[in-house]
């Protein structure tokens, strides 16, 4: 099998953990908005490329030899950026493989607690969501057109390095809010690189929740984060009467339980199955300020 040479639209966060977790068995290209964070893509091992939502050459090169693309770019209004610049190239790129499209659990939207697999019904409450869903099935439609499979990769709450309740015990921003019976779901990014590979790896397409065995309370989370810094936690703080912004009241505002069975069936098993596995590691290896100081693995 020739080596693999994969394509991020939109290189940031997790496409930065996925880009470290490249033991070697692919060049990767990822594009950024700003040449200021050039250099924090060739740390990660991704050759930078500009995109502001339109095509250059240099994309255009770049994707002629692409055999995996990954898109991790918003949705606008006017719909998906990237297949508004490049779905033509997409389409008769030569040597693509396999399509990969990171969403989020949003879509599902509120279910009152209750557990929702990938068969469970879209029904987005916010506008972001909604667009999200009208992306999901425009990368699904491509595929079908030119015969690749797309995996769609609906997200939980990220987090990991550099984002996450130790970093806000420590800066000051941590808050416990306590709205009863509210359960959020969460995943480490090393889980989302895990999940990338091991479809990448297998060409393999279709819809799947990317999140951890234990929704949990938000309140727990900050409270477990300072057990282990050795500290008292924040104050709860009553979510009637708490100041928020609209759209941090607006994720108040969907409650459910996002089941992970489907990417378990493809074969990968979670690094971090929930948030005190995840912070424990954190606490002990030091590896929890900064997501950035983590330097690739040898190619």
């Not at 939502?53 to 002629?64: H, K, Q, R, S, V």
């Not at 079908?144 to 997200?155: D, M, Q, S, T």
């Not at 000051?172 to 790896?201: M, Y």
């Not at 493809?266 to 002990?284: E, K, N, S, T, V």
């Amino acid at each position: 099998m020739s080596e693999k040479q994969i394509f991020i639209f939109g290189a940031g966060y997790s496409g930065r953990a996925f880009a470290r977790a490249n033991k070697g068995a692919a060049t990767i290209f990822g594009t950024t908005r700003s040449p200021d964070k050039f250099e924090t893509l060739r740390q990660a091992g991704i050759a930078p490329l500009l995109f502001d939502g339109a095509m250059t050459g240099e994309i255009g090169d770049a994707l002629g030899k692409t055999t995996h693309l990954l898109i991790s770019v918003a949705p606008e209004e006017a719909g998906d950026p990237v297949l508004n610049a490049a779905r033509k190239t997409i389409a008769q790129m030569p040597a693509l493989e396999w399509i990969g499209y990171l969403s989020t659990v949003g879509v599902y939207g509120n279910y009152d607690g209750a557990w929702v697999d990938e068969t469970a019904e879209c029904r987005p409450v916010s506008k972001r969501s909604v667009m999200r869903v009208a992306a999901e099935q425009d990368w699904l439609e491509l595929g079908r057109e030119i015969g690749r499979p797309v995996a769609i990769l609906r997200l939980s709450g990220i987090y990991g390095p550099g984002r996450n309740a130790l970093v806000n015990l420590e800066n000051g921003t941590a808050r416990r809010l306590v709205k009863p019976d509210q359960v959020f779901n969460r995943i480490h990014c090393d889980d989302i690189a895990g999940s990338l590979w091991q479809l990448i790896n297998g060409n393999t397409g279709g819809v799947f929740n990317i999140t951890d065995d234990l929704p949990a309370p938000p309140q727990d989370v900050v409270a477990y984060a300072a057990s282990l810094m050795g500290i008292e936690p924040p104050p709860e703080i009553p979510f009637d009467g708490a100041q928020l912004s609209p759209m941090a009241r607006s994720f108040y505002g969907e409650n459910k339980r996002v089941a992970n069975a489907a990417i378990k069936a493809a074969g990968y098993f979670l690094r971090f199955p929930d948030y005190r596995a995840a912070f424990d590691h954190m606490w002990a290896s030091g590896d929890w300020r900064d997501g950035e100081a983590r330097s690739p693995m040898k190619r």
